[in-house]
């Protein structure tokens, strides 16, 4: 990852701990100008920011209508094939160029005063731009100065890595694998191997709380093993699994890795007191899975920064993108995605073990419940700290799962970000 | 368990009425044991997004391929989901009969769903509509497959209970 030494030049109201990462103050999750800072230097600063499949735009015109923080934008396939960005907002007046999640168009005209733009964002047509006949000459319209070609909607940078669109504001940004890092690059192509993907659906929710706990909540494997009655009965996560916890240089980027183990007790569940060794599904299908990845991890959860988590869950993939709407919420969206290649199989596993995902999901449930809980308790406290010292203060990787040292990396990197 | 088919429309609509009422009834009081039942053995149960529906996509936010799935649901809700206590009240239209094939009958209703948390105002959760095929059993009108297609874009937090 490429962090860039930019001086930032307003001030807050707070400072952070002398303890460093190792505490993460409550402020962090409340203050609005922390969020407007984060807008500007992370979403729409040098960092790849996930807008979708490129399955999901396969012809020219096909297009999706999504979202960098909370920074209305568009992807869509140009006439010559390639993918071009930009943001949602006419150069006119700012309004919504398009204003349909997806589908396919011609051109993108503004409902206001009909500016026309073309696929790749650029500014064909403006009405009345000579203004009106009146006697021998014209009256109104653009001054003698007006140029099209300087009124184009902001474009953004985009680069597809094996089907999945990603797009930054920073026109000079490095490639998305420089950005990964070798490592997370092949976590990153070992779910994206370049077979073409197909986009199983979506489900979307409003959780009440800060963005950066959703992203917290993926590096931390302390509490999958315990708060997931469900992951952990079924020994589909849990501490005294083979596992790892590795991140890039920066902090940024991370990855939790597992592998399934039995239902049982043993020495390291001894103190995870939700663990039910009697609990029987009516329909054990829900459970069956067929090994699809080279090496032996069923769980392999990557997040990315700022704001995607990529999931694998034994069958069940899928890219949750975040979407900041003020600083106590924020939407999770979740791409489900397979494989064009999936037989009839694979796909049904797929869809049946979606159930422990999303808004309803057997485990996710229980994360978003603490995600809201922990917001509603910051309230008049931003002076305060969460205490994250678990596995020590620093943010190396380790082969186990008892640890927030990708929580603390991933403050490194936010404050090197936020020149906080 | 045979089907039967029941000639008076009348008749019909009102048993299918009293099925989606008696349905709603049993969510919203959270008598949740008693939900599988409503369904025949292999029935299916399934939550969609409009979106996916309108997509063509196979995604169900929320899907039961069996009753022992539903159980499962139940025994989730009981004993292994965190979530905070919260009310949810069905409001319903009332029910149309589309068309009947071999004693099946496709039918539905638009709902809403208002969820009332602690220390919170009520609110409007999730509406849509439900399409459900019914057949008649020797026990009474069973749902052989009942889809819950939403038009909420974004579920408000967590989707715990049946709806």
């Excluded at chain 1, 064909?124 to 203004?131: T, Y």
């Excluded at chain 2, 008696?22 to 919203?28: A, E, P, T, V």
């Excluded at chain 2, 009981?78 to 099946?104: D, L, Q, T």
């Excluded at chain 2, 009958?105 to 959760?125: A, H, I, L, N």
Aim: with cysteine.
């Amino acid at each position: 990852m490429i962090r860039t030494e930019r001086p930032e030049t307003s001030s807050l109201a707070y400072t952070w701990p002398e303890e460093g990462v190792s505490r993460i103050p409550y402020w962090v999750y409340m203050d609005p100008e922390v969020y407007e800072r984060e807008q500007r230097r992370i979403f729409q600063g040098p960092t790849w920011n996930y807008a979708g499949l490129e399955a999901e735009i396969p012809n020219p015109g096909d297009f999706k209508s999504t979202f960098v923080g909370d920074c209305p934008v568009v992807i869509v396939r140009s006439k010559d094939g390639a993918l071009r960005g930009f943001v949602n907002r006419c150069a006119h007046r700012g309004s919504a160029v398009c204003r349909s999640r997806y589908g396919n168009a011609k051109d993108f005209t503004c409902i206001y005063h009909q500016w026309r733009y073309d696929l790749a964002g650029k500014l064909v047509a403006v009405p009345f731009r000579r203004g009106v006949p009146e006697g021998d000459g014209r009256v109104g319209g653009m001054p003698d100065d007006f140029q099209l070609n300087e009124h184009n909607l902001q474009s953004l940078k985009v680069e597809s890595v094996n089907g999945v669109v990603f797009v930054s504001f920073d026109l000079a940004m490095v490639p998305v694998r420089a950005y990964l890092g070798p490592l997370m690059t092949s976590y990153f192509e070992r779910v994206f191997d370049g077979r073409p993907l197909r986009l199983l659906g979506r489900m979307s929710q409003r959780v009440r709380s800060n963005w950066k706990l959703m992203m917290e909540n993926i590096k931390d494997p302390y509490h999958a093993s315990l708060l997931h009655v469900f992951l952990v009965s079924f020994g589909l996560f849990r501490a005294d699994q083979k596992s790892k916890v590795e991140m890039d240089e920066s902090g940024g980027h991370a990855v939790l890795v597992s592998r399934k183990g039995e239902q049982k007790h043993s020495g390291g569940t001894a103190e995870i007191a939700n663990l039910k060794a009697d609990y029987v599904l009516h329909d054990p299908s829900l459970l069956d899975r067929r090994k699809e990845f080279p090496d032996e991890n069923t769980v392999v959860m990557q997040t990315i920064f700022p704001a995607l988590i990529v999931q694998q869950q034994t069958n069940t993939l899928a890219l949750r993108q975040i979407v900041t709407r003020g600083p106590d919420q924020f939407d999770l969206i979740w791409d489900f995605f397979g494989y064009g290649d999936d037989d009839e199989q694979m796909a049904g596993y797929r869809l049946k073990q979606a159930n422990l995902m999303g808004p309803s999901g057997l485990v996710s449930i229980d994360d978003t419940e603490a995600l809201e809980v922990c917001q509603k308790s910051f309230v008049e406290s931003a002076d305060r700290s969460a205490f994250v010292e678990l596995g020590g203060h620093g943010w190396e990787n380790v082969n186990h799962m008892v640890t927030e040292s990708a929580i603390r990396a991933m403050y490194r990197c936010y404050r090197d970000f936020m020149q906080i | 368990m045979g089907t039967i088919v029941i000639g008076d429309a009348a008749a019909v609509k009102s048993a299918v009425q009293d099925l989606f009422d008696s349905y709603m009834d049993c969510l919203d009081d959270e008598r949740f044991e008693e939900w599988p039942p409503f369904f025949t053995e292999n029935g299916i149960y399934k939550i969609v997004a409009r979106e996916n529906v309108e997509r063509d996509l196979p995604l169900a936010t929320w899907s039961c391929l069996s009753r022992g799935m539903m159980q499962d649901r139940v025994v989730a809700i009981r004993n292994a989901s965190v979530f905070s206590p919260r009310y949810m009240r069905h409001v319903a239209g009332g029910v149309r009969i589309f068309s009947e094939a071999g004693g099946v009958y496709s039918t539905g209703s638009s709902f809403s769903v208002f969820e009332t948390s602690q220390d919170e105002m009520s609110k409007v959760f999730i509406v849509g509509k439900y399409r459900a095929k019914v057949v008649f059993t020797e026990e009474g009108p069973r749902f052989q497959e009942l889809l819950v297609i939403y038009d909420t874009s974004l579920i408000p937090g967590l989707l715990v209970f049946p709806v």
